[in-house]
């Protein structure tokens, strides 16, 4: 299957700090998605990067994809309060969209 | 970018009634639709991938006649969940995706959460 498995599945730290979370997958994609996931809501898309693609930016959110290792971070710069979420990756192949179990990620104020 | 629409976002039925859910891809053709499911503080589940014209594609474990979908043209796909128990309330996702130039790519719908009493 194309899972995205993230890493950590937890993670907490103080407004102001940056916060990386991994994500991993098996085979070959077209692209890599990361979503945000508020408690009990939809899912708000955050950046898609393709697989000839090796970084992308988004205001706070970096981006870095390593087709070798199979391998995508997401990194958040200067978080908020606001910030605390459920991340997803999503690798996607054609057909194939599954995601992992998430990094649920924590601000403190 | 692309906007997928769902309906309703939310639905409250009663135990042993059918509940429909619907998924639009608002200004692009998409040629696949995928049926998540999510249970609380939980990942989504993929349960089924569908394309235009064809029959579902159900993963293991998901019964196709309990949760019947349909996609008529490219951008609606519909989800019966048919002869609702409460433990079949959850929240369910779909997504679209198309095809262009530089790829495919897919899109969320909002959601929609099922409460069966």
């Known amino acids: 299957s194309q899972q995205g498995e993230e890493d950590p599945q937890a993670l907490s730290i103080q407004e102001g700090e940056n916060a990386t979370m991994n994500c991993s997958y098996k085979?070959?994609?077209?692209?890599l998605q990361w979503y945000r996931q508020n408690s009990g809501r939809g899912l708000v898309h955050l950046i898609l990067?393709?697989?000839?693609?090796r970084e992308k930016h988004s205001g706070r959110l970096r981006v870095t994809l390593d087709t070798s290792k199979k391998s995508s971070s997401l990194l958040i710069t200067a978080s908020r309060a606001a910030d605390t979420a459920s991340y997803f990756c999503?690798?996607?192949?054609?057909?194939?969209?599954?995601f992992g179990a998430g990094t649920r990620l924590t601000v403190k104020p | 970018g692309a906007v997928v629409s769902q309906h309703p976002s939310w639905v409250i039925c009663k135990s042993g009634t059918s509940v429909k859910i619907e998924c639009r891809s608002l200004d692009f053709q998409a040629t696949t639709m995928f049926w998540y499911r999510q249970f609380p503080k939980q990942s989504l589940m993929l349960m089924a991938t569908s394309n235009e014209g064809s029959k579902a594609t159900y993963e293991q474990g998901v019964e196709k006649d309990k949760f019947l979908i349909n996609h008529a043209s490219l951008t609606l796909s519909t989800l019966t969940v048919t002869s609702a128990h409460p433990e079949d309330s959850s929240f369910y996702i779909c997504?679209?995706?198309?095809?262009?130039?530089?790829?495919?790519?897919?899109?969320f719908g909002q959601g929609t959460r099922l409460t069966v009493v």
């Open positions: 085979t070959s994609i077209n692209n």
């Open positions: 997504s679209a995706s198309y095809s262009r130039g530089r790829g495919t790519e897919a899109f």
């Open positions: 990067i393709r697989s000839n693609e």
């Open positions: 999503t690798a996607y192949n054609n057909n194939d969209m599954r």
